[in-house]
């Protein structure tokens, strides 16, 4: 199993910056893939960005230029660099892994975190 706990949610105006965080601990093999998603009031959650165990990355277009999604693997740990914030950013952010529970499973297992509360005031 896999615990996520996410950390770094805040309330900043807008053009400003935030530093989100996501500590994954517990018994598994590989994060093969960690990535932050978003759901704001009464619309659909989204992806934001993703990042593999190799590093590529993949952002929604809506954040590109704008958010960088990194890892340290030694600390299974992901980060989300939010800076130019806007309002439309604001929403409930959530951390995901994908996760390989040993080393000889060839299924992956999606994991969340409990959301941490982004809000952009204009």
């Known amino acids: 199993q896999v615990q996520l706990v996410e950390s770094g949610g805040g309330l900043v105006q807008a053009g400003g910056s935030l530093r989100l965080s996501c500590a994954a601990s517990?018994?598994?093999?590989?994060?093969?893939?960690m990535g932050w998603y978003r759901q704001a009031p009464g619309k659909q959650r989204e992806r934001v960005a993703v990042?593999?165990?190799?590093?590529?990355?993949n952002y929604v277009d809506s954040v590109k230029g704008r958010f960088t999604i990194s890892r340290d693997n030694a600390k299974n740990t992901v980060y989300l660099q939010m800076n130019s914030l806007k309002p439309e950013d604001t929403a409930v952010y959530y951390c995901?892994?994908?996760?390989?529970?040993?080393?000889?499973?060839?299924?992956?297992?999606?994991?969340w975190g409990q959301g941490t509360q982004v809000t952009v005031s204009s």
């Open positions: 995901a892994t994908d996760a390989l529970l040993s080393s000889t499973a060839n299924t992956n297992f999606r994991y």
């Open positions: 517990g018994s598994f093999f590989a994060l093969n893939v």
């Open positions: 990042i593999i165990s190799g590093g590529s990355t």
